[in-house]
């Protein structure tokens, strides 16, 4: 005789889904805290006059610092944080003050820097300086270059930045556990000279894939694989920003890999360079124009495009699974398959049974856990983009005076696909 269980795991391995309580199958249901989008931060944002263009880094936030005799003085607090990773999610992770990935450090080449370090962890940490060239002392592998920073202590790492670029920041213990459940930052160092051409926006996302159990909120950090949800900055589409440009103005985006797996990041109706990694700039005449910047794990890469063509651009990771939320995963494959007298069957004994994925997978509204979200989703203007995790738009357009969200672009008459009568 089958338990309940085992009998609704079965009607999943053959391609369907019970709906036994449909209340309980609503996303981000009660129980479950809202968080701010934009979290709180202790003190406020680096304010201007820069020597260069500051780096904007979406859905998150940029590190303050003040000025101490000459030495550009940072406070990194390692803590346990709620992510919302898109409405409907929340994700208990860890992270640097208040956010998953970490705020962004950003400073100027030859600056003097120090950062205090304090762990509000369960467990012992460290920062390593992912790519700087620095002191062997300050390097951050705890065992190796220093102690452990344990639970309650504050470490302090001081060192001169040498080299102009984009780098990143993460423990170098228990780095496994640290860095999946979302310890990870970018830090970028700007040339002393004004870059030429210039910058007009410049853009940092991290990239992280994670495993998290539909219906729970802890990260998984023993799963090597499998992962199942896929972030640009520790959020997912429909809850990652839009990139916002002017048409004319020269982009950057300096992505940067700390998952498990390399990321080719696509963009639409655009070819771009790969002017850096974190290794340093990438010499002109080494340059190949692309379409894909494929970003391996454990480094940086830069790109940039003059934004000569407005609209609203898909600009998402190119393994398909990456743009799909949880959910997706194992299914058996039952398109083309005729579910028809099996799904009455299998629903006097699970009522609420649905069959699916006969004809695909697209408009397979099954509802989901609590804490889950669908694995496509995600409304525009012409109707479900069906996308997840590492997905956005970039959205150019003339003569705009604020980068906030513009909407939905308005293409001019007879420049949209159209049915045949
Ligand atoms: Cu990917």
């Not at 036994?20 to 931060?41: E, M, S, Y």
């Not at 201007?48 to 998150?60: A, D, Q």
């Not at 101490?68 to 929340?90: C, Q, S, T, W, Y």
């Not at 023993?222 to 004319?248: C, E, H, K, Q, Y």
Request: hydrophobic share 40%.
């Amino acid at each position: 005789m089958f338990s309940r269980r085992q009998l609704l795991a079965s009607a999943a391995a053959i391609g369907g889904v019970s709906l036994l309580n449909p209340r309980a199958a609503i996303a981000g249901g009660d129980g479950i805290p809202k968080v701010p989008t934009q979290p709180h931060f202790d003190l406020p944002p680096n304010k201007g006059p820069f020597p260069y263009t500051p780096v904007e880094t979406l859905n998150g936030v940029t590190l303050p610092w003040k000025m101490e005799n000459g030495v550009k003085v940072f406070h990194l607090v390692a803590e346990e944080v709620d992510r919302e990773f898109a409405p409907g999610m929340i994700v208990k992770c860890w992270g640097y003050n208040g956010v998953t990935p970490g705020p962004t450090i950003e400073a100027v080449q030859g600056d003097r820097v120090r950062f205090l370090v304090t762990n509000k962890l369960p467990e012992r940490t460290s920062v390593h300086w992912h790519g700087l060239l620095l002191p062997n002392g300050m390097d951050g592998v705890a065992g190796l270059n220093q102690p452990h920073i344990e639970r309650g202590e504050t470490y302090v790492y001081e060192f001169t930045l040498k080299e102009a670029g984009t780098f990143m920041y993460h423990p170098h213990s228990d780095e496994m556990v640290q860095m999946a459940l979302g310890m990870m930052g970018m830090f970028v160092v700007h040339p002393r000279v004004p870059e030429s051409p210039r910058i007009d926006r410049d853009f940092a996302i991290m990239l992280h894939e994670w495993f998290i159990a539909p219906g729970t909120a802890r990260p998984n950090p023993a799963v090597m694989t499998d992962f199942n949800i896929f972030t640009f900055n520790s959020r997912v589409w429909p809850g990652t920003a839009p990139l916002v440009v002017r048409t004319g103005q020269r982009v950057r985006v300096r992505f940067g890999n700390l998952s498990m797996d390399s990321h080719p990041i696509h963009l639409h109706g655009y070819h771009f360079e790969q002017t850096a990694t974190d290794g340093g700039k990438t010499p002109v005449t080494a340059r190949l124009p692309e379409t894909t910047v494929n970003v391996p794990v454990g480094s940086t890469r830069d790109i940039e495009w003059v934004a000569d063509a407005p609209g609203d651009w898909a600009f998402h990771c190119h393994k398909s699974h990456h743009t799909m939320n949880a959910m997706s995963h194992d299914l058996p494959v039952m398109i083309g398959v005729d579910q028809s007298s099996s799904e009455a069957k299998i629903r006097k004994l699970a009522p609420g049974y649905m069959a699916m994925g006969s004809a695909g997978m697209a408009m397979m509204d099954m509802g989901t856990p609590k804490n889950t979200l669908p694995m496509m989703t995600g409304e525009g203007p012409f109707g479900p983009i069906e996308m997840g995790g590492m997905f956005t738009v970039v959205k150019v357009r003339e003569g705009i005076k604020s980068y906030e969200d513009p909407g939905w672009y308005k293409h001019p008459a007879g420049t949209v696909a159209y049915k045949l009568k």
